[in-house]
């Protein structure tokens, strides 16, 4: 492997570790600031990556998604424990969607921070393999925000979108349909797998090439 694979592969790892690990870091925090302390008292809004890890999401799957040459590596942190009762009790239904969309406040907002500071180098400049390693770490962090912010979107459980979804259904007794997202819970992975593993991804994956198109071409 030459030397610019191996830094772009390292770039691309440490990008999806920073977008995966903040997403969990940031439910925690949103969750701390409307006084649940779960997170905090088990150490969950640490930098620290290993407290994070999930031995599936954070290293099989991408390592997976890499050797099979998949056009992007995908995955997750070890959720952060919230004990959403008391976040409703003190923010109310409200303070639950904040918390659930938390994650996805802070990878659309690395990717935008990315996207201005991409704009501003000077790719003919890059006179060493530091620069290129900066580079690619940048790149890569649009991208995998970007990937991560939408894919969370989605109103499918156990994704942040189908969380809000709920409780923003319940804030405004809309019951049918927080039943109905309560009862899709245990069809969630399954539903999921049907979108990203069928022909079905074409569409499930378009809103991410759109947006990665617009800001990075």
């Known amino acids: 492997m030459e030397n610019k694979e191996i830094l772009q592969l390292i770039a691309t790892i440490l990008a999806l570790m920073v977008a995966i690990i903040g997403h969990e870091i940031m439910h925690?925090?949103?969750?701390?600031?409307y006084g649940d302390y779960t997170?905090?008292?088990?150490?969950?809004?640490s930098i620290n990556p290993l407290v994070h890890i999930d031995p599936i999401g954070t290293i099989l799957v991408p390592a997976i998604l890499y050797i099979s040459g998949a056009p992007f590596m995908f995955g997750w942190a070890k959720p952060v424990p919230i004990y959403v009762r008391e976040v409703i009790r003190?923010?109310?239904y409200k303070g639950a969607i904040n918390v659930s969309l938390a994650g996805i406040y802070y990878n659309f907002s690395l990717a935008l921070i990315a996207t201005v500071i991409l704009r501003y180098i000077d790719l003919d400049s890059i006179s060493s393999l530091t620069e290129l390693f900066l580079v690619y770490f940048i790149f890569q962090t649009v991208v995998y925000n970007v990937v991560l912010g939408i894919f969370n979107l989605?109103?499918?459980?156990?994704l942040d979108g189908s969380h809000a979804l709920a409780y923003f259904a319940s804030w405004n007794r809309w019951d049918a349909?927080?039943?109905?997202?309560?009862?899709a819970n245990r069809y969630g992975m399954v539903i999921l797998i049907l979108f990203?593993?069928?022909?079905?991804s074409t569409y499930f994956f378009a809103p991410i090439r759109y947006v990665l198109s617009l800001l990075i071409g």
């Not at 925690?28 to 600031?33: F, K, T």
């Open 196 to 200: 990203i593993a069928t022909p079905l």
């Open 90 to 92: 003190n923010g109310g």
């Open 154 to 158: 989605y109103p499918i459980p156990p």
């Open 28 to 33: 925690g925090y949103m969750a701390y600031r």
């Open 39 to 45: 997170a905090k008292s088990a150490g969950r809004l």
């Open 177 to 183: 349909l927080a039943n109905l997202l309560e009862a």
